[in-house]
């Protein structure tokens, strides 16, 4: 089946470590995103990509890195200059690169910093 | 500032009843996307429904249906026949064909009574 997989679901850093979340599609989709939720707010653009090679940055977008070496894949870095980023993480793709047709999303990740 | 509000913090409702969750948006855009998204337990997102600005027609999808009024910029979300289900967070979102992103509000959480 497509979908969106996100490794590892639950994920533990230590201050001043980085992290690298995973996250892989099948559905042949031109677009990546990459949010943060955090407890009653909405989502957060970390960064997104909507081709190969290219990235942009989002609303909040320090202290993360990412790359697009290929479509299938949109891996997300938490750096040691994020601050606070004990948060759940979603990642999604989308058909088009505009994303007028809505976005599938990965079942996410919870980072928690010991 | 394109910003969407959801006034309902949390709603709930007896199952097989109707209940309605509110959204109004923020936007000086005439081309636009509206989507609600139903995020479960699981944390996994899920898109409802869509409804693209320019058509007048409300989107329809099984149960879930939408009142969308322009003028007033308000894209509510009715479910009718509520099932046990249907609860989960509701996120109401936009984009704007002048950017990539999607603007989330806050979420409703819906419970369903048994």
């Known amino acids: 089946d497509g979908g969106i997989t996100q490794s590892p679901k639950y994920l533990f850093r230590k201050e001043g470590q980085n992290v690298t979340l995973s996250c892989e599609q099948n559905l042949n989709h031109d677009a990546m995103y990459w949010y943060r939720q955090d407890p009653g707010q909405g989502l957060r653009l970390i960064y997104y990509?909507?081709?190969?090679?290219?990235?942009q940055k989002g609303d909040i977008a320090e202290g993360y890195s990412v790359s697009r070496e290929k479509k299938e894949s949109f891996p997300l870095t938490v750096t040691s200059a994020q601050k606070n980023p004990t948060a759940f993480y979603l990642c999604?793709?989308?058909?088009?690169?505009?994303?007028?047709?809505?976005?599938?999303f990965g079942s996410g990740t919870r980072l928690t910093v010991v | 500032a394109q910003t969407v509000t959801q006034s309902q913090p949390e709603m709930s409702v007896q199952e097989a009843e109707t209940v309605t969750l509110s959204c109004t948006y923020d936007?000086?855009?005439?081309?636009?996307?509206l989507f609600w998204y139903k995020q479960p337990p699981s944390r996994q997102m899920i898109l409802v429904i869509r409804?693209?600005?320019?058509k007048q027609q409300n989107a329809t999808e099984n149960r879930f249906s939408v009142n969308f009024q322009k003028a007033a910029k308000s894209f509510s979300l009715k479910i009718s026949d509520s099932q046990l289900g249907d609860a989960a967070m509701y996120f109401c979102?936009?984009?704007?064909?002048?950017?990539?992103?999607?603007?989330w509000g806050a979420g409703t959480k819906l419970i369903i009574k048994p």
């Open positions: 999604a793709s989308s058909i088009s690169r505009t994303g007028n047709y809505g976005y599938t």
């Open positions: 936007t000086s855009e005439s081309d636009y996307y």
């Open positions: 990509s909507q081709i190969v090679n290219d990235f």
């Open positions: 409804q693209e600005a320019y």
């Open positions: 979102a936009y984009r704007v064909d002048s950017n990539y992103q999607l603007i």
